[in-house]
């Protein structure tokens, strides 16, 4: 059997309920060369059953490990693979047809890149669309992922050159919710991201999302940007600019904190944010003026 051009990892933990159309969506795809690794992350219900039925297919791999996360699953799909290209794809997702097709045609055609993504549409649990995530870029991936945020996203959009992974290590299983956004980081010392700016998958939106957690968001992003200023290849620009983004942080966490009526911890995340950076004060009155739209049925 000839190596694929494409390595598709997949992780999955109790999928059984949406991994037969993300199964779909990668046979389905235009352009046939890949692998599939599917690394069952612990499932204790028919994940297995799901996959055994489809490795009729020689491209279709199946692994089981003890539950070790998300992060230790993608590692380990990672040191399976054998294309020249990764892609991740979660098992509650699903790909447009054309997906791999585009992204490896761009790749290609850019010698000098060596990652690729796209924007992705926003689905809810019957894949109806409730909207378009689009990435904010304004520069380098660099600057945008460490000054604006994770302006690459879901890992389900990346299509990525396997031996730069490997070069960089695997994702931080310490990390949950940013485990992601750290390795765009750490990705982003070493190459620029292709972007398409088309919705090539479709993420559905709903109560498992992990980002739901407030207070897993605050810890993991403090982790990821102290282990990210602390990269001896950031661009002194960037640096001068940490209070700045330490500070636009914490006001995003006071306002999800009061979002969610923790009003103590929103306190406490104003008050550090307007510390290091005093033109955060501007959207103090944003989270009040919110809530009270959202009371009357206003959208905006």
Avoid at 4 to 25: C, G, H, Q
Avoid at 127 to 153: M, T
Avoid at 154 to 169: A, C, M, N, Q
Wanted: hydrophobic letters at 40%; aromatic letters at 12%.
């Amino acid at each position: 059997m000839s190596i694929p051009l494409v390595s598709v990892v997949i992780p999955a933990y109790n999928a059984e309920k949406y991994l037969s159309v993300t199964l779909d969506s990668v046979v389905s795809q235009t352009f046939a060369d890949w692998e599939l690794i599917i690394v069952d992350d612990g499932s204790k219900d028919r994940t297995e059953e799901l996959v055994a039925a489809r490795l009729s297919d020689k491209r279709i791999k199946y692994f089981y490990r003890a539950n070790g996360g998300v992060s230790k699953a993608r590692n380990f799909g990672m040191s399976q693979a054998t294309g020249k290209y990764i892609a991740f794809l979660d098992a509650d997702d699903v790909w447009e047809p054309i997906k791999l097709e585009k992204q490896v045609r761009m790749l290609d055609f850019d010698a000098d890149a060596k990652a690729c993504y796209s924007a992705f549409s926003l689905v809810d649990d019957n894949l109806k669309p409730l909207g378009i995530n689009r990435s904010e870029r304004v520069s380098n991936a660099l600057e945008d992922l460490l000054l604006i945020g994770n302006v690459i996203g879901t890992p389900s959009t990346v299509v990525v050159e396997r031996k730069l992974f490997t070069k960089i290590g695997g994702f931080d299983s310490d990390l949950s919710l940013c485990a992601d956004w750290e390795m765009w980081v750490r990705l982003a010392t070493q190459t620029d991201f292709l972007l398409i700016d088309r919705p090539l998958i479709k993420y559905r939106v709903h109560d498992g999302n992990m980002s739901n957690n407030v207070y897993l968001l605050e810890t993991d992003t403090l982790r990821l940007l102290k282990k990210s200023f602390s990269l001896p290849n950031i661009p002194a620009r960037i640096l001068r600019s940490k209070n700045k983004v330490y500070a636009k942080n914490y006001m995003i966490f006071a306002g999800s904190y009061f979002q969610t009526r923790r009003y103590l911890d929103f306190l406490r995340c104003a008050f550090r944010s307007l510390k290091l950076d005093l033109s955060q004060c501007k959207y103090l009155f944003e989270f009040p003026l919110r809530k009270l739209r959202q009371s009357m049925g206003l959208s905006r």
